[in-house]
């Protein structure tokens, strides 16, 4: 198999609003074809402005540029049209040896009621599918490697949204089933579609609730996708689906609102593929539905709605019409 | 092993107040010693006015006088006082062969999103492990049993809060985590603790977004369970221990607000169970934390917090004093 | 005009469930007939801990049993029942020459966003109309008094809610326009209604923002209200008249929906006694409400919403029927 | 004084994204020197689609392209950098003789709890100083003018943002204290600050419930503005000033977010150009500040936070410095 190679542009090259936000007079750096496989070097939240022996501090010290969250693309799609889906197959991830952790004021507030000094940068190095995060007595604690893409997303119809930020066109979802072996579907709204993605975390909490998750440097960070279009498919929301699992991704405040958002896309996914009538499928779900808190830290909380596979009908539906 | 039976009260002899609150001012049914093994009949969250052949809207119908969520209690353990915790351990749920599942208006709000018409009462058949849940159209899908005990809490210092109601005193969490196997602690804030319990659902989907999960008819539904007291250990919110995790379970509105006390009370932990400094807690929670959105449907909302047991740190730590 | 006295309990006399819950089992401290005048003598939110020379911090440190927003009342109300309504004018409010303003962490985070040290109690001169804020550097601002009832609420059908919470059943409203010329309507809910009040503030800022505001002393604050009863006029929320608005007041979190409950009450206010249809209302108090953040600090948030009396139709409405 | 006009683009001759969104990227119409006083054509937010004997439904019907709330701009301001202040006076704003009213389905939620059937639009005369109001039965109400610019912003920094969104760069704030004579202050973020406006309203509830204020007809409505610059004087959010109040004005979700971050904003402003400690602050909006709750219906809600001048301390503050 053949694999197109994205390279990140150099971050110096392009503006704060090209670097940082998906939207569509962003001028692509690369056009493929759909169904190819595509591996993309990725930036990590902080632009290669964090690493061994600097932190985030040092960094506005030095008065570096902060990019934040900047994405690599935006990739043109040929072909893709407004009311058509991207279908994104997630074939590797490539971590690098170390990752790091970092508070950010402000950002669930849970620093706020603690009242918590500012606090130091933690560096965990990556092995063996572990992370190992050690703690301010020495002692360390190995959480496994099980890395994600956070920021991944198209761009909007005529809106330029920040990367930092998710919402229905994907971006900053945060969201730990975004992994290798899943698929994705992100609702184009544009030509070309526009994707852009980066921030690869080696692996999250559920919330990541002090702004940051294990952050991979992004000198060597990359991850292999394979890219399809499915014409005239209307999605409101990203959708994921794993072997074991179909998921709706939705991105609101307050939180419940994601939640809601999100149970609700589910209702209508069983609704139009699984032959569901509406009140079937609420309290179907009401039963049966599981949830994650991807994120309470970015502009908006994203809440994954999820439903087992093996609990969806077994039965064919014959056409409803 | 002698085990103690509590049978529920029949409802008209009691008071509204009695029936349906947790409150320092309702006396005890009955009297245990902590470390005894008791057998507790419970009321669903109809009071049994729900069953085959009769749906809530025809209870209502006929005048029946609704109470609401209504707990087997007070039962008073002896020697417990403020500032204890009650440990119960979940040995069995005992349910009949019937579920039903209604949606309530306006619980979730997602009916209001929805412009849903007043939808009917399912019934299921619980067998074999399974709950067979039947589709408008006939098809059946099957739903692992995972019984949980929803409400179990004790009396609040002075209020008494209603049973539908959740918060740092237990009461209607809705938490599946609450089941067979895993051991939950309450603080106690009155003397004798004045426990009370009921709302055994046969499973129950993540959010709880109609309003109701599998609720099991209350003629046959009993819960065993194993109180003991833990003298002078405070705690601010509910805790549960299962064998590979450790949870924390906190009730808020807006849901962020119950998610960040989840996460606020598992630092707690760390910190004084595990060693942890505080911003270690903060940061390794953000890589580490697992998250599950318990309902979205009652008074206040309720989110689990959890930490996997094998990321706890393995060396001891030596005590801080 | 004869005017019954009721006085103030002690209260180390009572329980704290007595003293600081509204609830059906608080035995009443007086009865008085509906179209009675009363004078009732009431506690500010410390219960006279604080004072001119003594801290919330202080009374602590002393271990002075703290009793947090005690009510005067029960005041049983002859021949109310739930489904009729309680009309209460407030026709005087008497306060002290002293007021105290005290920030209470965590009450509405903003401290936290501030990472604010924990900060003084500051006490204010009240003459002339004027209260008389001293700033730390000396300065002073002049506040004009405008004194009105925190607190006032009758029993839930059941529960017993704590005094420091706001709900359907009035409480710790702390709403502005519970002032002297107003009127309160409350919903009764138990027989006798038992009418609970207290929490005097002799002026306070929108949102209430650090959780006091000027509270007055206890020792000399009183009230004298007229209290009738509307018979069989079904309110599901508090409302108030003044001579120039009618308002409604809802209690919830997050604060939108105490505002939307507010602004549907007034929705259903016009629908039944101005011969509005649905939706005419909804899109008149779209160009027409006006709305107040009471208080952001409470255990549920408060927003009063307004209509004009000069934008209420000028034509009858015939009969509906 | 010569006033330089400004004329509305004609909107298809600009791309979505150039009419609805404030961002960097967006070409100027025309160029102004601080302290020029321009009059500006707006649109109404429908885009001049919805007029007597057209509804919305109407137009989309038509299959007319709907411009969401479009803005005349970007206007570019002569030598604006990021870090200084837009500065701009209310002189006049004009309107049409016909406002109109539309619910739009699950803006404020309150339809979605009302089970509301789609409405009707409503179409109001204007004269005199009065929108006449008709009711369904026939009968009118008259509500007083009281214009206001509703969408009125700068270019944020690097995001375009939807001019349906309110934030930190202005947008669609729908605040009524957005009026002749008033000054409102918005940080500037790019070069030539970009500044965009529309959406004129005649008056507007509290809240604006029903998701549309009395929208102004776009053929006849124009307002009179004069900018100015004030350089190096950063601000976090918009402010307002009016002869008798000082405002902060800022969006978030949920709406205690919203109140949290203007009352924030408005202490800070005590802070630095008053003299006050920052507890001082705090404690003294507790007592003396008062809120409007703008709009919960735009993508983010709008809060006001007000103080009167005359609570401003009379005092001079000799530097702090």
Excluded at 165 to 192: K, Q
Excluded at 212 to 224: D, G, L, Q
Excluded at 282 to 297: G, T
């Amino acid at each position: 198999m053949l694999i197109r190679r994205i390279r990140k542009t150099p971050l110096e090259r392009l503006s704060l609003a090209r670097n940082c936000t998906l939207g569509p007079l962003n001028k692509p750096i690369a056009t493929i074809k759909p169904g190819e496989t595509v591996e993309v070097e990725t930036w990590d939240a902080s632009a290669n402005t964090v690493k061994p022996g600097q932190t985030p501090k040092d960094a506005r010290r030095k008065g570096v540029q902060i990019y934040e969250n900047p994405v690599t693309g935006p990739i043109h799609v040929e072909g893709a049209q407004s009311g058509d889906v991207l279908k994104i197959e997630v074939i590797t991830i490539t971590l690098p040896r170390i990752g790091w952790t970092s508070a950010r004021t402000r950002f669930s507030e849970i620093d706020g009621w603690l009242q918590l000094p500012s606090p130091p940068t933690k560096f965990s190095r990556i092995r063996k599918g572990k992370i190992v995060y050690v703690l301010s007595d020495g002692r360390t604690i190995e959480v496994p490697v099980e890395p994600l893409i956070g920021t991944i997303g198209v761009s909007p119809a005529y809106e330029a949204i920040a990367t930092i930020t998710p919402g229905r066109h994907g971006g900053n979802m945060d969201v730990p089933d975004v992994c290798v072996g899943n698929t994705l579907y992100l609702p184009v709204a544009v030509e070309g579609a526009l994707l852009g993605l980066g921030d690869v975390h080696a692996a999250q909490g559920d919330g990541e609730i002090c702004g940051t998750a294990v952050e991979v440097c992004s000198m060597v960070s990359k991850v292999t996708l394979k890219i399809e279009l499915e014409k005239h498919k209307k999605l409101d929301w990203p959708r994921i689906e794993s072997k074991d699992e179909i998921m709706t991704v939705c991105s609101a405040r307050p939180l419940e609102d994601a939640a809601r958002l999100a149970f609700l896309e589910l209702m209508k996914w069983l609704e139009t593929d699984y032959g569901f009538e509406r009140y079937d499928a609420y309290a179907f779900l009401s039963i049966a539905a599981r949830a994650r808190i991807a994120q309470i830290v970015n502009p908006l909380f994203t809440v994954v709605a999820k439903l087992p596979r093996k609990m969806l009908p077994r039965t064919e539906v014959i056409s409803k019409a």
